[in-house]
């Protein structure tokens, strides 16, 4: 026979509250204050999460609306690209001949002018081969002076042996052998002449590479590189070294920059472009397009093509080799109605609806109720998004977002599935 043993206080021990039996089933061996102890916590748990509900869903609370104005003003689409800042044009001058530099007559930041000497190479072996060249030539001339005077000596006794050879006062074969000699003094000047032009061309082509020990600019400009110092031993075996950059006009520069393959299609000569530079954070260079280069680049698997925008460059600020971060406008609308991108978006309960490419829907606020619009849209940029026709005017104020009295956050749309 199972037997329920009973705890008895001491005498005038207050026993507290009866245990209730759940708390009492779920913690044997408790007494009576650690039972309305864990109670209470459970008690208080469940306020907290039954209060943090109603605060997370806003139950019973006031929906207001963000709302922005619709304006009038610029729709702009364009295709962000980064260049580089180089001269419009830009001259290598080299040097055809090798040697060593014996004089330096330009440097960085020099203002030549065309014709201009900027460096001379050690002309003395390029001296001594014309000279050469000059002698061979004297040599040559004296040659056909020679045998002009032999000539005249030939001709002659070939004039006496004709007059002769009517009478029989000489054989046959002597008249011959004047003949001959006098043909052989003719055809000894032809020689003489031809040599001449040869020794000619020698002076002319060692003149020409005395010519070339004299580094001159071709152009007007500014030296924006030099390569070479003095002394310096330069070899024009292969190919031909650079000495100078020259840059024709600082004021007039371009900036190349790559565009991506997806958005070259938009790009065309004669779009506006804007672009800024890390030296002028603030400030806004402005410039068109002038080429869109067919000739593809790929790095690392992305295609990019060469767009060259002009800029003018008056006060010289921008400088060669800067790096620009340039915005194309492939695309623009002028005095426009436009409404904020995140009008499009929002729908009452932060449900979005379906939109097609053209038509869409905004929800303009008229006195305390969110009523729909139905609008066609044209051109959509960053911030804004062309209107084409509804019935909305500048100064309607479309809504944005919503939130709960009393609860900052605003509603994120969300997808229809």
């Avoid at 507290?16 to 008690?43: D, E, S």
């Avoid at 040697?99 to 003395?124: F, S």
Wanted: charge should be neutral.
């Amino acid at each position: 026979m199972n037997e329920r043993v009973v705890p008895v206080l001491p005498q005038g021990q207050d026993q507290g509250p009866p245990i209730p039996p759940l708390l009492a089933a779920l913690t044997p061996g408790r007494n009576a204050k650690t039972y309305w102890l864990f109670g209470g916590l459970v008690a208080l748990l469940l306020t907290a999460v039954v209060a943090g509900a109603w605060w997370l869903f806003g139950a019973g609370g006031e929906v207001q609306y963000n709302t922005a104005p619709v304006s009038r003003g610029a729709v702009t689409r364009t295709v962000t690209a980064t260049g580089v800042v180089n001269p419009e044009l830009t001259i290598i001058v080299g040097t055809y001949v090798s040697g060593v530099i014996q004089h330096l007559y330009c440097d960085y930041n020099t203002q030549v002018k065309k014709g201009q000497v900027c460096a001379e190479i050690d002309p003395r072996p390029y001296q001594s081969v014309v000279d050469q060249a000059k002698a061979n030539l004297a040599v040559a001339k004296a040659q056909l002076e020679k045998d002009k005077a032999q000539l005249n000596y030939a001709k002659s006794a070939f004039d006496r042996a004709a007059k002769l050879i009517q009478t029989s006062a000489i054989s046959q074969d002597a008249f011959e052998s004047a003949k001959s000699a006098n043909e052989q003094a003719q055809a000894q000047i032809l020689f003489d002449e031809a040599t001449i032009q040869q020794r000619q061309a020698a002076l002319d082509a060692a003149q020409v590479n005395l010519d070339y020990t004299r580094i001159i600019s071709p152009v007007d400009g500014t030296v924006v590189s030099r390569n070479v110092t003095m002394g310096q031993t330069v070899a024009a075996s292969f190919q031909t070294p650079t000495l100078f950059l020259i840059a024709t006009d600082l004021t007039k520069m371009t900036v190349d920059t790559n565009v991506s393959e997806s958005d070259i299609g938009n790009v065309e000569v004669g779009d506006k472009a804007t672009f800024t530079v890390d030296a002028f954070a603030r400030r806004v260079f402005r410039g068109a397009v002038s080429q869109v280069r067919q000739s593809p680049q790929t790095v690392q698997n992305v295609v990019t093509y060469d767009v060259v925008v002009n800029v003018d460059n008056k006060d010289l600020a921008l400088k060669p080799g800067m790096t620009a971060t340039s915005r194309l406008i492939v695309d623009e609308r002028n005095d426009v109605i436009r409404v904020p991108n995140q009008a499009l978006r929002y729908t009452p309960g932060g449900i979005a609806g379906g939109r097609s490419r053209d038509q869409a829907r905004v929800w303009v606020r008229r006195g305390q109720e969110p009523v729909p619009v139905s609008v066609v849209t044209g051109l959509q940029d960053d911030s804004f998004t062309e209107i084409v026709s509804g019935e909305l005017k500048a100064g309607d104020e479309v809504i944005v977002a919503e939130r709960l009295a009393g609860n900052s956050r605003s509603s994120v749309p969300r997808l229809r599935l």
